[in-house]
């Protein structure tokens, strides 16, 4: 018996299906690269805004909207929407309030994108990137969310919203009640802010 090869015709038969099979499986493994890279991107954008509102709330849970020394009253204020300025209590060991740090939230306006955090005289940091929109509001009655910009001793209560702009646009809202809206402190304390027109 005569032993025979394969003809011309039978290999390029075979090269053209190990071809087609080859380039299934490169088309399967794209898509599913494509849609692991925006689950891994939805995931960080999500994380991020998640740890951006924490950061916004515990520090913001901490104020009072009027800390009143001596006849100075600084303010919880709401500007634009877009910017909170607050006064965050620094306690000493006898838990007595010692300084009063102005804490800022505010998009970055060299990158409306970005959300800035200034604690005191500390220079600003970025805590969330690709920012769609960041919304701060009184929450009074009688009082729209996001419509209202006084935070008032009766009505301790901020509305934050964070929207990102990547991929999923995920939406954030809060409602923060500040906790310490009847301390006094027992002494001037020192208070921590940049100088006016600063930040």
């Known amino acids: 018996m005569e032993k025979r090869g394969f ?7 075979v090269f053209a ?17 494509r849609v692991w890279r925006i689950g891994e991107s939805e995931r960080i954008e999500q994380q991020e805004a998640r740890r951006a509102m924490s950061e916004i709330s515990s520090l913001l849970r901490q104020s009072n909207p ?22 965050q209590p620094i306690f000493d060991s006898a838990g007595n309030i010692v300084t009063l740090r102005k804490i800022t939230f505010k998009l970055n306006p060299d990158n409306a994108t970005q959300l800035l955090k200034k604690e005191g005289t500390s220079a600003s940091t970025i805590i969330a990137h690709d920012v769609e929109s960041l919304s701060f509001g009184g929450s009074c009655a009688g009082c729209l969310a996001f419509n209202c910009a006084a935070v008032a001793p009766e009505c301790p209560t901020v509305e934050v919203a964070i929207q990102t702009r990547r ?10 009640t500040l906790r310490n809206n009847d301390i006094i402190p027992t002494a001037p304390p020192v208070i921590e802010e940049p100088a006016e027109g600063e930040f």
Do not use: C, K, P, Q
């Open 66 to 87: 009027d800390w009143d020394i001596g006849g100075i009253h600084y303010l919880v204020t709401i500007t634009g929407g877009n910017r909170i300025d607050f006064y």
């Open 17 to 33: 299906l190990f071809s087609g099979v080859l380039a299934i499986a490169l088309s399967i493994l794209s898509v599913h690269d």
């Open 7 to 13: 003809s011309l015709v039978e290999m390029l038969v």
């Open 167 to 176: 991929d999923a646009g995920i939406n954030l809202t809060s409602r923060v």
